[in-house]
């Protein structure tokens, strides 16, 4: 049953950058937010967008216990997701 009312968790969602979000896609977003991806006057180096990827591939293996799966599945997985999200964060 509904009551109406906002917990603590959800009012944390609501203030909270990347609350709610996969632990290692909250932390891109939030490196992706101070560096000032999509924001016009800054650009992403490609340093910046390297490191996002190993960040996000590293956490793609971590998550998995480091068994099964390729570094350069987790690779390209995490440049693709890191891509998608930096597309979506300039349309902002």
Do not use: C
């Not at 109406?4 to 979000?21: E, F, I, N």
């Not at 937010?33 to 293996?61: C, F, K, Q, W």
């Amino acid at each position: 049953m509904k009551t109406g009312k906002t917990t603590p968790r959800q009012k944390r969602a609501a203030v909270t950058p990347g609350a709610g979000l996969p632990k290692h896609e909250a932390q891109i977003r939030a490196k992706s937010a101070a560096s000032g991806a999509g924001n016009s006057e800054t650009v992403l180096s490609p340093d910046e967008r390297r490191h996002m990827i190993e960040l996000a591939a590293y956490l793609r293996a971590e998550r998995r216990g480091f068994a099964g799966g390729t570094p350069e599945q987790d690779w390209f997985e995490a440049e693709a997701e890191v891509d998608r999200m930096l597309a979506g964060s300039a349309q902002h």
